[in-house]
């Protein structure tokens, strides 16, 4: 050893021991903890930060004391703004690792890696989907485990996804499903190139190229698209617990073992709060939940993406709880962040610096800061050439059981909204045809024509008279209070907001209902008198008392006497019989 060399490493021991002294010191003011022992100090290659191994002294002295103070050390290092503390489990119960950031990336894009595309990947092994402050990376396990993401708009949410959907395009026994019932646009970019080499798009780059196969194997933009998907995965899934019954006992293992002849299908929801927002797409959630439920073991996962975790945006708490992969991107409070990962994140002003950085947490434990490449719509299209020949096709049971579901997904009659029309791809060219009309249109123009008097049109005075003789369209409401919505207005218990309610199917209490209005005999009786006699039992609401009474007008099982407030229903066995002519 030289004598700069050894000068260099007494300096850099010098170093370490009076930063070991100071982390001592700094524990025992602001934790309170007297007797810690620094075991080790590692710089990140990155230059971002260090990572400190601490010993706890005996007695009782939990990771907990320290990770709760974790804010007030960052204020005690005066830390940059961006820069935080995070506190995680060592080799024992008294080891304790405190990574510390000491420089922010943020403002810094990192491109994502297409080179590394060339590398052929499983599923079985985790997937990088993070780089960490420290260097490292961040990987997912999404052979056993779903996954659930949460970000606010402009996080990088959606880069995420297509990152996700990368690096499973690099693997060779994977199929990726996407939902997204925001038009699609999560699975478009995985479309372009396959489609344009299969059709041979003159002036496109992939014209004639080898792409055998999409990035995305199924798309689903709509709440009627997304159900049979959901319905062929559980399908599926039943179906290979039969057929692969001995695949499994000869790997003696009870979960399916996937390869390129048995692929792995990861089905993709972006933002959930769609998924959410209707009737029909609230069955899709459903899906979703009872394909989390059954169907892990026969290697069907799923991964939803949401702005935040919260009810209103995520009604099915399971998805949330099945979810051992947790990925956050961005946040408006710290209780956000808790609810994702279990009260064990950090503070929102430690957690995220800008677009692309990203809390990561597996398995329950605390959550780790990130940062993710950017993919662009161009990478995305290098990708899908890059691994379209080793996507895998269904496996055959799997393929029968999903039937023409899965076979005629992209047929036109099912995609075609896909793709942009010959008029909404012209319109950039400057100039087009009106749809139905013939006539050339000019370039639109944010500032054309704002100097010259546009023309009035206005009617002739015979269109004015046939204007005001023309019957109102609204019809007079006269003395029926009660209206076809079963709203009565003399009565505020049936008053309700407008909005669709959504009744449960109560059969005993529909037959009940009948039965009190059978018994009614001839002088019948109401919706009001039929709740009363069901609230005690059934709680049955009034509303849906009138449904079923207009239900059974319709069907001819009763009859309605009387309008407005007098009115009354009848039993058809007791109702007045008309007057028979002479």
């Known amino acids: 050893m030289t004598e700069q060399s050894r000068r260099a490493t007494l300096l850099a021991i010098g170093t370490r021991r009076q930063m070991a002294a100071d982390w001592i010191d700094r524990i025992a003011r602001v934790c309170r903890i007297d007797g810690v022992e620094v075991v080790g100090i590692e710089h990140w290659p990155t230059g971002c930060g260090y990572t400190l191994e601490v010993k706890l002294p005996a007695g009782g002295v939990t990771r907990k004391a320290i990770a709760e103070r974790g804010p007030a050390l960052a204020a005690d290092l005066d830390l940059p703004t961006g820069c935080g503390i995070s506190v995680h489990d060592g080799l024992s119960r008294r080891l304790v690792l405190i990574k510390v950031t000491t420089k922010s990336l943020a403002g810094q894009e990192l491109p994502f890696p297409v080179a590394e595309m060339a590398e052929v990947t499983t599923v079985n092994n985790p997937i990088p989907l993070a780089l960490l402050s420290d260097g490292g990376a961040a990987e997912l396990d999404l052979r056993q485990a779903s996954t659930i993401v949460a970000g606010t708009t402009g996080t990088g949410k959606t880069n995420w996804l297509h990152r996700l959907i990368a690096r499973l395009n690099q693997t060779n026994d994977t199929l990726v499903w996407v939902i997204d019932l925001n038009g699609g646009s999560l699975a478009l970019p995985w479309l372009h190139a396959w489609r344009e080499a299969q059709t041979g798009a003159e002036g496109s780059r992939w014209s004639g190229a080898d792409i055998p196969a999409p990035g995305v194997d199924w798309a689903a933009s709509t709440p009627k698209e997304a159900t049979r998907m959901l319905r062929a995965a559980v399908r599926i899934a039943k179906a290979r617990k039969v057929a692969y019954q001995q695949h499994m006992r000869d790997a003696d293992d009870d979960k399916l073992p996937v390869g390129p002849t048995l692929p792995e299908i990861v089905i993709v929801v972006d933002e959930g709060a769609e998924v959410a927002a209707t009737r029909e797409a609230r069955q899709v959630m459903a899906g979703i939940s009872e394909v989390i439920r059954i169907a892990r073991a026969m290697a069907i996962r799923a991964v939803v993406s949401v702005l935040r975790v919260t009810q209103d945006v995520l009604p099915d708490p399971m998805v949330r709880k099945q979810a051992s992969n947790r990925v956050c991107t961005g946040a408006t409070e710290d209780s956000e962040l808790g609810y994702t990962f279990g009260w064990r994140a950090l503070s929102i002003e430690d957690a995220f610096d800008g677009p692309g950085s990203l809390l990561v947490g597996t398995e329950g434990k605390a959550p780790e ?214």
């Open 369 to 582: 800061k990130g940062r993710q490449e950017r993919i662009t719509p161009s990478l995305i299209e290098e990708v899908c050439a890059a691994t379209a020949t080793r996507r895998p096709t269904l496996d055959g049971p799997s393929l029968k059981a999903a039937g023409a579901d899965y076979t005629d997904r992209w047929t036109l009659e099912r995609c075609g909204h896909l793709w942009a029309d010959q008029h909404a791809t012209t319109l950039a060219a400057g100039r087009t045809t009106e749809a139905g009309e013939g006539r050339p249109v000019r370039e639109w123009k944010a500032t054309a024509s704002w100097d010259q008097p546009r023309e009035v049109t206005t009617p002739s005075v015979k269109e004015l008279e046939a204007m005001f003789q023309a019957p109102d369209a609204i019809p007079e409401r006269g003395d029926d209070h009660e209206q076809d919505d079963g709203t009565d207005w003399s009565d505020p218990t049936t008053w309700t907001t407008g909005r669709e309610s959504e009744q449960p199917e109560q059969t005993d209490a529909r037959e009940a209902a009948l039965a009190l209005l059978f018994a009614a005999g001839p002088q019948g009786t109401g919706a009001s008198a039929i709740a009363r006699e069901l609230a005690g039992e059934f709680g049955t609401s009034r509303q849906t008392v009138v449904g079923w009474l207009k239900a059974w007008v319709r069907s001819g099982e009763a009859v309605r006497v009387g309008t407005g407030t007098k009115a009354r229903y009848v039993h058809c066995q007791h109702a007045p019989k008309p007057p028979t002519g002479a």
